[in-house]
């Protein structure tokens, strides 16, 4: 069981809920997912009213933990504001906050969002900063009062992978008992069967769901790669080398090369 | 005896339906709390007869109903319907867009420089591959909806305009209710979805088809009308919010019209606009029947597209019950309401009067 912030929840797998074909195929996704947790953008979806309406009425009806973001904020002002909206809206202190510091890569902000999750923190938030690899602000966002981390392993969207194993490899030994889960970037099961393996908690997706052509289906073989992954972790994996290694013993006979 | 049709709702479910229903002999009357026809979501649509594209993230159902669109408009309301395709296009940096989009329909052939120059000389040069969907047609659908119910007028159909809700029903044999984003909070699962639209006006911009711009994040397209008037459009988002558009969807859509062309960036900006489409879970219209009152909903983004098959349905579900009971059809019609309700009690109308 994988703890955050207290509360133990089973599925390694953390689904966003936009941008779906239609709220009955995200319906059928979270559910082919078996998550227990499900991320929500309020400033997106609210469109300046405050009630969300009868989206986040599915939502709140899909049975699971409800984890509001501040996707599309840029100030640590607008996440700060975002954030306390969200706790309105679904009476959670979770909130993942997002502060994009670049309109194009949505590359997070880290400056601002150290600042904005010590204000979130010191309010009564449980907060899961989006960041990106570097060390040294993972551990200013310790420092802020996070006890979750959540690093890109590539561009939000992009679909690319993790492009940095090493940053990941060394985030991972660095602070080997926070959970470490990976957002952003992740395209195929297989990426996130790599970061498991890496001994990452969970792995947060959107877009590689939503735009599947069957997202129920993708959502499901993402479980089953997750689940492969965090097992073979803890399996203990074989190390590559650079010659062949015969499965039957060669002892007994003639050469030994 | 013939048979009367109150319909609730002058936006293009329910003037289709009107047609459909007067077409066949039916007496109509249309019943409209606002001043005029089409106010709702068809006052802001896209008009785009497109469901070779949309099958991109719509299910099956939207091709199939929506194919024969092009065709029932044309015949309904001659010289409306323009034929010339859509053509998707994406910046060059966002080509696996445009390899996905193709991935997910039919429909489409690839073009290079020199065939974009040929389809469209317009963004000559401006793009290196686009995908034509060459069977594809728009109309202008504020036009669309002035003619249709001049039509409708012409073939007998009597239309209430600044009527009340509770509109009096006595008398009538069938009451479809098509009164769209209206009735949010009173339909079941019912829910709207925003959409904010600009026009532009520009004579130095030519296109002759629509062109959907694929982006990862801010996808839009845009329908050349007439007068050097383009409409850009649409966003989604979840809310039934129509108050004016926002300042970042201004933003982000005039960026991305200038994008398409840097001359829409000396276009002047006739128009922006915000409406609501009312939408089931699935995206899908349905169609319910409780007692004499039939209820069609939910177009999405689909009213233009599906309407046309929609009414054909639904008048047939009317005729064949002035002689039978109602049975399901055409694989559409779906319970909005309660199983119980439906099939109940249903009137001879040939015997009615």
Redesign the interface.
């Given at each position: 069981m994988l703890d955050l912030y207290g509360t133990s929840v089973s599925s390694r797998l953390l689904l966003g809920t936009a941008r779906y074909p239609s709220p009955a195929i995200l319906a059928e996704a979270v559910r082919a997912s078996q998550a227990d947790i499900v991320t929500v953008s309020l400033r997106r979806e609210t469109a300046g009213s405050r009630t969300g309406g009868a989206f986040f009425e599915l939502i709140r009806t899909l049975d699971v933990k409800v984890l509001p973001n501040t996707a599309g904020c840029h100030t640590v002002q607008e996440a700060v504001l975002t954030a306390k909206m969200a706790r309105e809206v679904f009476a959670t202190d979770w909130i993942k906050l997002e502060v994009i510091g670049n309109h194009d890569t949505l590359q997070p902000d880290v400056f601002a969002l150290v600042e904005a999750a010590r204000i979130l923190t010191g309010e009564g938030f449980k907060v899961f900063p989006y960041t990106t690899d570097d060390l040294v602000v993972a551990e200013r966002l310790l420092d802020a009062g996070c006890e979750v981390l959540m690093p890109w392993c590539a561009p939000i969207g992009s679909a690319m992978g993790p492009i940095n194993l090493p940053a990941l490899r060394s985030m991972r030994s660095h602070f080997p008992d926070v959970p470490l889960i990976v957002d952003a970037g992740v395209g195929r099961p297989s990426h996130a069967a790599i970061v498991m393996e890496l001994g990452f908690d969970a792995v947060l997706l959107n877009t590689a769901v939503a735009g599947a052509g069957d997202p129920a289906a993708m959502a499901a073989a993402f479980t089953g790669a997750i689940e492969a992954g965090r097992t073979a972790f803890h399996a203990g994996m074989i190390e590559p080398r650079d010659m062949a290694v015969p499965s039957t013993p060669v002892i007994g006979k003639a050469v030994f090369s | 005896m013939i048979m009367r049709v109150l319909i609730r709702g002058a936006g293009v479910a329910g003037l289709t339906i009107a047609h459909e229903l007067a077409s066949k002999g039916a007496e109509v009357e249309v019943a409209e709390t606002a001043a005029r026809a089409g106010g709702g979501a068809s006052w802001f649509a896209g008009g785009m007869l497109a469901p070779w594209c949309e099958r991109e993230?719509?299910?099956e159902a939207v091709l199939t109903l929506g194919r024969g669109a092009a065709d029932w408009w044309d015949a309904a309301l001659p010289g409306h319907v323009v034929r010339n395709g859509t053509l998707v296009i994406t910046p060059p940096r966002d080509t696996a867009e445009l390899a996905?989009f193709a991935?997910?329909t039919t429909g489409s052939e690839w073009l290079d420089t020199e065939s974009i120059e040929t389809v469209e000389p317009g963004l000559a040069g401006r793009f290196r591959k686009a995908l034509f969907f060459r069977d594809e047609a728009h109309l202008d659908p504020r036009r669309a909806i002035a003619a249709l119910q001049e039509k409708l007028v012409a073939m007998g159909v009597c239309f209430h305009f600044g009527a009340a809700l509770d509109f009096p029903d006595a008398g009538f044999d069938r009451i479809v209710d098509c009164t769209g984003a209206c009735a949010?909070g009173e339909a079941t699962d019912?829910?709207?979805v925003?959409g904010e639209m600009l026009i532009l006006e520009t004579p130095e911009v030519r296109l002759s088809r629509p062109v959907r711009l694929l982006h990862?994040?801010i996808p839009l397209y845009i329908v050349p009308r007439e007068n050097n008037h383009f409409m850009v459009g649409a966003t989604m988002?979840?809310?039934?919010?129509s108050?004016p558009i926002?300042a970042r969807s201004v933003m982000e859509l005039l960026n991305a019209a200038y994008a398409l062309h840097p001359a829409f960036g000396e276009a002047r900006v006739i128009e922006t606009g915000a409406g609501v489409r009312p939408?089931y879970?699935?995206?899908l219209p349905r169609i319910g029947v409780d007692d004499r009152v039939i209820h069609v909903n939910g177009f999405y983004r689909h009213g233009f597209l599906l309407a046309p098959s929609v009414a054909k349905d639904v008048t047939a579900q009317i005729i064949a019950s002035s002689k039978a009971k109602f049975a399901p059809s055409a694989g559409l019609f779906k319970p909005a309401f309660p199983t119980e309700h439906r099939n109940a009690n249903p009137l001879e109308i040939g015997a009615s009067r």
């Open positions: - | 993230s719509a299910p996905r991935a997910r949010i019912l829910r709207g925003r990862p994040r988002i979840e809310s039934d919010d108050g926002s939408a879970p699935d995206n």
